[in-house]
């Protein structure tokens, strides 16, 4: 995809409809390396309502007036967060359609899901996982009965039950204490 007109309101698109929250910033000058193959959009505008790029106006597939050097990118932001305001502790929440909700961890891996958080969170490591309800603010779940390796590079990798909503009880409401 070309950058013309490319800007950070056709960038949170891209990254609203992969399911991050939206974007950190735009580039128009193939940021991490050029495509190849077939150009297929170009001049690629968005009022920032789509909930899919090719909802936005654009020139037609495959016509465009650019190279690869032109490339759109795009850099997310993050689809996981620490609840509270904390910096480095608190209930772990993830954002899947357009809200913000907790996630709900299998009891045996606690730690290495709270190593993937805060290793995503850009922290060198966890020092805790707790499933302690004192980080419980009457959050509903949205990612349920989640299992982590420690490998993952994201929460949203690691195996779970599904994107829904569901009750899950105090103990298992994923909180993290991040090396700092």
């Known amino acids: 995809m070309c950058a013309t007109s490319w800007d950070i309101v056709e960038a949170n698109v891209v ?17 991490y390396g050029g495509g190849k193959g077939q150009i297929w959009l170009d001049n690629v505008d968005c009022s920032g ?42 209930r ?9 909700r907790a996630a709900c961890v299998n009891h045996l891996h606690i730690f290495s899901a709270a190593n993937v958080v805060c290793k995503e969170l850009g922290f060198p490591s966890a020092v805790n996982g ?3 309800p004192q980080y419980q603010q009457d959050a509903s779940v ?3 009965n989640v299992t982590c390796s420690g490998n993952e590079m994201s929460i949203i990798n690691c195996i779970h039950q599904g994107w829904k909503l569901h009750d899950c009880n105090e103990n298992r409401h994923l909180g993290v204490i991040c090396q700092t």
Do not use: K, M, Q, Y
């Open 15 to 31: 990254c609203r409809e992969l399911g991050f929250p939206g974007a950190s910033s735009a580039s128009g000058s193939s940021l």
């Open 49 to 90: 309502i789509e909930s899919r790029l090719i909802l936005c106006s654009h020139n037609g597939w495959g016509s465009h007036s650019c190279n690869h050097d032109n490339d759109a990118s795009v850099e997310c932001l993050p689809a996981v967060r620490l609840g509270a305001g904390e910096s480095s502790f608190s």
């Open 92 to 100: 772990v929440e993830v954002h899947h359609s357009g809200s913000w």
């Open 130 to 132: 707790t499933g302690l």
């Open 142 to 144: 949205v990612l349920h």
